[in-house]
């Protein structure tokens, strides 16, 4: 078993489907172990994102990360870093395949709807920037 951290964004809140990626995600096989709705700080957003801080748009994202609320996730199955990226499609929502969240639902390459970890470290990082032990279960 493998742990993964996702996140659905402010533009997927604010569109009222977090319940259709949710559903996608249990039905694709993954076992939601945490899972909270808060609304991010810009300086909590930039904490998370603090491996993009010399891109340009990274102003930007952590400002549209605070915008609204959002729906930090733990969710593990075998190979779940692998299969939540493959789930969620290319960053670019049109780059992204037929079948992924992104393709579905993201609006702009900066509103995609859905974020992962990217590795073991970034999991590592992340799930515990959100969660502590007593809330994963
Ligand atoms: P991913 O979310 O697929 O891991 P990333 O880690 O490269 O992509 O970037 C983090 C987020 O930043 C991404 O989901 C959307 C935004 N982003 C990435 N590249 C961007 C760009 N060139 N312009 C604006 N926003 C960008
Ligand atoms: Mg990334």
């Not at 493998?2 to 569109?15: G, L, Q």
């Not at 801080?53 to 609320?69: G, H, I, N, V």
């Not at 969710?75 to 780059?95: S, V």
Request: charged share 25%; proline share 4%; glycine share 6%.
């Amino acid at each position: 078993m493998e742990r993964t951290f996702a996140i659905i964004k402010p533009d997927a809140v604010e569109r009222k489907i977090t319940g259709k990626i949710l559903e996608k995600i249990e039905a694709a096989g993954f076992t939601i172990v945490g899972m909270k709705r808060i609304l991010l700080s810009k300086e909590q957003a930039m904490g998370f994102y603090y491996v993009h801080k010399e891109r340009p748009f990274y102003d930007e994202l952590c400002s549209y990360m605070a915008r609204s609320p959002v729906v930090v996730l733990a969710i593990e199955k075998a190979n779940a870093i692998a299969d939540w990226r493959e789930l969620m499609g290319a960053t670019n929502p049109a780059d992204a395949e037929e079948g992924t969240l992104r393709k579905e639902f993201g609006i702009s390459l900066g509103e995609n709807s859905v974020h992962g970890s990217d590795s073991p470290e970034s999991a590592a990082y992340e799930i515990p920037y959100f969660f502590n032990a007593l809330e994963l279960v």
